[in-house]
């Protein structure tokens, strides 16, 4: 619940749309910039070869009159006749105007500009006068003897009014557009997001007792097969949990029930008349070894609790596996004896930091089912070993029965029992496993069994972490 | 032997304190930590057992005080599974064994005789001898009536712990604490099977029987047949 209070992620839709919006807008403004400035280009490189037309009909008009100033007015009174809009000037070399309207009204004086070779779109002046605005060019002419300066203007408030217009048009569809294909995406979006509902939908209606509802992976997009499958797996294992959770509690009660059902109906009896001394001390006897295996059972169930809340803290060292084994060898010497059982042990692996208690007790509870188990005159065999990655690897093997497969993904669970009606007999509550495993798993390690070929194997792997090289015990291979 | 006993818990306190009445101690029992505090202060006892959780002054602050008062009474705590740290701090803070509830009564009393053993001064000998069984501890050699009989090192280190401690009756994991060193709760009957097999050597062939299984508790070496 901490996206609470922090920072809630942005919504996929915002997203989306925030991507989708800079994406619009930066691409209708790049395509409105361009349309703008081809037409304004245009319209420069009309209005070029308008004052070109211009120039040089003043520069023809003035070369046909080279001989006198009275025929130049006539003439060029001429020269642009037809032109709608358009003015010039025609100076001599030393700024006198010779024909045109006063530089007041609307032309610029020609010392303001420098007159150019070729008229080119890009080296016409523009300017403002009289609350209009001209775009004009300056060139030069040599007539005969005489220099003469030309400039000529157009007035271009029409163009400016048009591309205003133009402009405003232009923003208007620009925009139209964006908030067009805004509203499209949105739509797709929304769209596009209706099977995650239709999901949720069909999540929300899996509660405790509907464990059982699975997904369609093939009813959904290709993007959300991956999602829907990886919930499929997660209430996959979430069903499982929940069915041993039941099962356990309803093994929990069984296994209490049986020596409870034992002491009462016992005691009842034994008190129902008066008896003898001998008779009393017998019930509380037979009353203390049930009692005794209740304890057991109830500080086995203990210290799973506290294994599945991490609990357990192993008191961490170094060990040699191949002198516990020895140990425990020691230990279970002689009932192995008694069935004619031996006990091998084969390979060898450096030390790995652990709990000594805890690893001799797991190692124990292995050893004594492999040897219960183990047919009279067979062995029972310890393998050590030190896996490519480095893990070390001890296992526990014994011949005889093998496991029926259908029992192995469930051997380690608490209460469980291969043979149902084998209950109470030397075995202990059947959390013996439970136990090997909630101690392999505090020190990181996994453990797996396998039962073939006439030949049940228990797997024991210790992460590389655990291994302390520092210490070796014995060379490796 | 005086024993001071502090357990809050009614039933358990009077059951310590028969218990171990019975078993030949002189127990003072005191029933919350103030009181306990305050004898284990003040008068001397040979042995301490503290129940951690007290709801006043709680074990840990005894055995702190004692300890800070340079007291070296040998210490046992009593503490719940739930808490396994307890034991680590108990230990830290002095204490000199623990028993995890529930406990069985006789791995306690075998515990007290151990601490109060440890806190004497342990009697050297060479041999020891129950009726005609007698044992060669530096040759590991052990003979009945006369015959010599051939036990294995476990066997051996197993008859000396029963002789040496004959008349207690011992749980079977101490023995297999005090013989194999194997400190947990075992769901094997190793313990069984390595008595019956050493009764076979020891016993068997003799009219009188030593080894005696107590049902329920554990088994003891002793002369007389009071159980059974």
């Known amino acids: ?477 | 032997m005086r024993l001071l006993v502090v357990e809050d818990e009614i039933k358990t306190g009077d059951y310590l304190q028969q218990g171990l009445t019975e078993a030949g101690f002189m127990v003072t029992l005191a029933r919350n930590g103030l009181d306990g505090h305050h004898l284990a202060m003040t008068e001397t006892f040979d042995l301490l057992v503290l129940d951690v959780m007290l709801p006043d002054v709680d074990g840990w602050r005894i055995v702190q005080s004692i300890r800070e008062a340079g007291r070296q009474t040998p210490v046992l705590f009593l503490t719940a599974r739930d808490s396994i740290d307890d034991r680590v701090k108990g230990l830290e803070l002095g204490a000199d064994d623990y028993l995890v509830k529930p406990f069985a009564f006789a791995e306690l009393l075998a515990r007290v005789r151990t601490l109060l053993r440890r806190s004497s001064v342990p009697v050297m000998t060479d041999q020891m001898r129950v009726a005609d069984l007698i044992l060669d501890l530096p040759r590991h050699r052990a003979m009945r009536a006369g015959r010599k009989i051939n036990l294995s090192h476990k066997e051996f280190c197993l008859l000396e712990l029963l002789v040496r401690r004959q008349g207690e009756v011992l749980p079977r994991s101490l023995i297999a604490s005090q013989v194999w060193d194997m400190n947990f709760d075992s769901d094997t009957n190793v313990i069984d099977v390595a008595i019956r097999r050493l009764r076979a050597k020891i016993d068997d062939d003799f009219e009188t029987k030593l080894i005696h299984t107590v049902r329920g508790m554990g088994y003891k070496l002793e002369l007389d047949d009071e159980h059974e």
């Open chain 1, 1 to 477: 619940m901490n996206s609470r209070l922090g920072k809630h992620p942005l919504s996929l839709t915002t997203r989306v749309m925030t991507f989708v919006a800079l994406a619009i807008g930066l691409s209708l403004l790049g395509i409105g910039y361009l349309v703008n400035s081809a037409v304004e280009h245009h319209f420069a490189e009309q209005d070029a070869d308008e004052l070109e037309v211009m120039t040089r009909a003043v520069d023809r008009a003035l070369r046909k009159t080279s001989d006198g100033y009275s025929r130049l007015d006539e003439a060029l009174s001429h020269a642009v006749s037809g032109h709608h809009g358009v003015y010039f000037q025609v100076w001599d070399k030393e700024q006198r105007l010779i024909y045109g309207p006063s530089t007041d009204d609307y032309l610029t004086p020609v010392g303001s500009f420098a007159p150019v070779s070729r008229i080119q779109v890009n080296n016409q002046y523009q300017w403002q006068a009289e609350g209009k605005t001209y775009r004009g060019v300056i060139t030069q002419t040599q007539v005969g003897c005489f220099e003469y300066i030309i400039v000529a203007a157009i007035d271009m408030d029409a163009h400016l009014q048009f591309l205003k217009n133009f402009r405003r048009s232009l923003w208007l569809i620009m925009i139209l557009a964006g908030t067009v294909t805004l509203l499209a995406t949105w739509y797709g979006v929304h769209q596009g997001h209706a099977p995650l509902r239709g999901l949720s939908g069909t999540m929300r209606e899996i509660q405790a007792d509907r464990l059982h509802v699975r997904l369609e992976p093939d009813g959904v997009p290709r993007e959300l097969q991956q999602l829907v499958t990886s919930f499929n797996d997660m209430i996959g294992r979430l069903e499982d949990s929940f069915v041993r959770l039941t099962h356990f509690s309803a093994d929990i009660a069984h296994e209490l029930r049986t020596p409870l059902t034992n002491i009462i109906t016992q005691t009842q009896v034994v008190l129902g008349k008066s008896r003898g001394l001998v008779e009393y001390r017998e019930l509380h006897y037979s009353n203390l070894e049930e009692l005794e295996r209740l304890a057991k059972m109830v500080n086995d169930m203990l210290w799973l609790a506290q294994s599945e809340h991490g609990l357990l803290k192993p008191v961490w060292e170094s060990l040699g596996m191949a002198q516990e084994v020895r140990k425990l060898f020691d230990f279970f010497e002689a009932l192995a004896e008694e069935k004619h059982i031996q006990l091998m042990l084969e390979g060898q692996a450096p030390k790995i930091k652990g709990d000594r208690a805890m690893l001799r007790r797991a190692m124990s509870n292995l050893l004594s089912n492999a040897i219960r188990h183990s047919p009279e005159g067979e062995s029972v065999k310890v393998r050590l070993d030190v896996s490519d990655e480095g893990q070390v690897l001890l296992s526990v093997q014994n011949t005889g029965p093998e496991i029926p497969a259908e029992h192995l993904p469930r051997i380690f669970d608490r209460f469980y029992r291969v043979d149902p009606s084998r209950q109470r007999q030397s075995e202990g509550a059947g959390l013996g496993l439970a136990i090997v495993k909630s101690i392999v798993e505090a020190h990181y390690g996994s453990i797996d069994v396998s039962s073939d070929y006439g030949m049940t194997s228990f797997s024991i792997c210790f992460p590389q972490a655990a291994i302390n090289w520092d210490c070796e015990e014995g060379a490796l291979p």
